[in-house]
């Protein structure tokens, strides 16, 4: 289970999806980045084989999936089946409870991919609308389960962590190496490791960056693309050596941030690996090697290597990502 192979592969899924569930998430990964603080959320109303209607949350205060689904269906959802990617609310936020939706309009059978992570509300959707005579199940495909919690990881993680979601993310030649020598600026990767990080940027709520990274490199930190605009653009962070890793990371938490990208440098991700803040690295090896007077990635090597799973690895124009987690991560591959 990965949040960012998530978004990674679903690049490369057809855009005329036949797979109900696999519509539902499609639909949920439109408002990635876009809902916090709470979760991106897909749904989709099927009747007689066919589907009725789509819906996905788009912005937090908004209508959540489930009723902008059933409002797209109107009258024709009375005894279809919904296919969404998160168990249905019961509780009241900005908006009404889901559950109550689904209900009025006259649902027979609610198909979902992950229970919703809050211990306040976990399995509260499920208990109200089998109380009203609606079949709940949750898929039992592993891989369609799998997709629903990597896509809530970041809102998972600040529930229950008290922190968001971070993904270290970092770009070395093959021997390890950051940059020629010490203060100077090196494009290490290629083009479409650049492509991939400017679309994990519009997915991310916030990209950090060290101190140092921010003086020396002086970075945009924006998602920027030669044939379309950005569909939104991250906040930034600025770390420093002043404030305590774990301490700012839960204030963010604390303001409904619930995913970040660290980009730099190897002194923050270091740290950082060592308090074990870090929920996954993306590593992107280049086929090039800069020698003994390179830069080294990561101040203390050792601080990598209890991050040791290998969750995904994948070919990006002339480099290689490879995405890892905690060795002793609870989360399965």
Not at 277 to 283: C, K, M, R, S, T
Request: with cysteine; charged share 25%.
């Amino acid at each position: 289970m990965s949040f960012c192979k998530l978004l990674t592969e679903q690049r490369a899924w057809p855009q005329e999806e036949k797979s109900l569930f696999k519509l539902a998430l499609k639909e949920a990964l439109k408002g990635v980045g876009f809902t916090c603080p709470n979760p991106p959320v897909g749904y989709v109303v099927e009747k007689d084989g066919k589907v009725i209607a789509t819906g996905y949350h788009a912005k937090a205060g908004e209508l959540h999936a489930e009723a902008m689904a059933l409002k797209q269906a109107g009258e024709k959802a009375r005894g279809a089946t919904l296919y969404g990617t998160l168990e249905p609310c019961n509780h009241h936020g900005r908006t009404p409870p889901c559950t109550q939706a689904i209900i009025d309009a006259g649902i027979k059978r609610v198909i979902f991919g992950a229970w919703d992570p809050d211990p306040e509300v976990l399995g509260g959707g499920s208990k109200v609308l089998r109380a009203a005579g609606i079949e709940v199940v949750q898929v039992s495909d592993t891989e369609e389960f799998d997709w629903a919690r990597s896509l809530i990881l970041p809102f998972e993680t600040r529930v229950l962590k008290k922190r968001p979601y971070v993904l270290g993310k970092i770009a070395t030649s093959l021997d390890g190496k950051i940059a020629f020598r010490a203060g100077e600026q090196t494009q290490i990767t290629g083009f479409e490791a650049k492509i991939w990080t400017h679309e994990m940027r519009e997915f991310f709520d916030v990209v950090g960056v060290g101190a140092n990274t921010w003086r020396i490199d002086k970075p945009q930190l924006t998602a920027r693309f030669e044939d379309r605009e950005a569909k939104r653009q991250p906040e930034h962070v600025i770390f420093d050596s002043k404030t305590s890793l774990k301490t700012k990371l839960e204030a963010l938490g604390e303001q409904g941030v619930s995913s970040i990208m660290i980009e730099g440098g190897g002194v923050l991700l270091t740290a950082l690996l060592k308090e074990n803040l870090v929920d996954e690295v993306a590593w992107l090896t280049a086929p090039k090697m800069i020698g003994q007077q390179g830069v080294p990635a990561l101040g203390e090597f050792p601080a990598l290597l209890d991050y040791s799973k290998v969750v995904y690895h994948k070919q990006l124009g002339i480099d290689l990502l490879t995405i890892v987690c905690h060795k002793d991560s609870l989360w399965p591959i």
